[in-house]
């Protein structure tokens, strides 16, 4: 049983992803990796942490190659599976991404294409990497929790970006607009809070904005929050920015596309294996756009734990 079902791949599709895309285009994907000649099951995710459970089982069930056809939030649950798992070492288990997501964001720094075709193809060619993950530890009512994220992770203002984000897509929102969107009416709610970070041993205890903690260079639908991040280096690209008014902000919009708003005086940067936030207040976390916790968080980088398929022709290259 075990042999043949680990040549097999798992194709976990997520129909809510990208806003209903998943369920509209399931019969495209589907007849695509049939033309590749995939040998595969699909199973369908049904709600919210479904795909977590799916991908416990499938491992379980001696699957060892698992293709996610949805966005960010769902990679992000196939990895929480990967790693809450007790059936294998996670490196065992290899990845791939067929982009239905709004903001697809893992796939730009590891080079896959939003096209279907171009995805399938990059699967089809099977190159694989060991990517590095973030391991968060936090409380939640009172709980606590731990999970994993692949691509980038944020506090504070970012989380609330991320939590409006999610509603705008439950009702039905999509493309870049969305995410400018929730960015304006995230700024009107928002109070900078005097927060405590500990990087590596460094101590910033100030009003700060957002911190954001990158393996992978893009989050919010394109924003390069992390220009410098590498995904294997065994190091987290930590960006701070402190408090910054409105006008701070909309000046460096573009620069958030760019990543040249690290450059702004209020920005600074560190490379990390550690870090640890905590605030008085209430403080929002968020990892790949998934919200969680209140006030406390231990992030830790577990070095290159994840087998991805990706297209080393394009990986970390800047369309």
Known sequence: ????????????LNPHAGSGKGKKDRD???????????????VISEHPK??????IDA????FRKLIVAGGDGSLNEAVNGIFKQNFCPPEEVTVGMIPVGTGNDWIKTFGISNYYKDAIKVLRNGKTMLQD?????????GMEKTCYFANMAGFGFDALVAEKTNLLKNKGRKGIALYLQALGSSFWNYKTAKTHVLIDGLEIDELIFSVSIGIGKFNGGGMMQAPGAIPDNGLFEVTIIKKIGLWGILRNLT???SGEYVKDYRVSIFQAKKISIRSAHNIAGEADGEILGDN?????ILSQKLSVIYNPDKYLKIN
């Open 255 to 257: 620069g958030l596309y």
């Open 296 to 300: 406390k968080f231990e992030i830790d």
């Open 50 to 55: 479904h795909i977590i459970q799916l991908t």
């Open 1 to 12: 049983m075990g042999n043949t079902i680990q040549e097999k791949w798992l194709v976990i």
């Open 28 to 42: 495209d994907i589907i007849r695509k990796l049939t033309n590749a000649e995939f040998r595969f099951e699909l």
């Open 133 to 141: 993950i973030g391991r968060i530890r936090f409380t939640e009512n």
């Open 59 to 62: 491992i379980g069930r001696g």
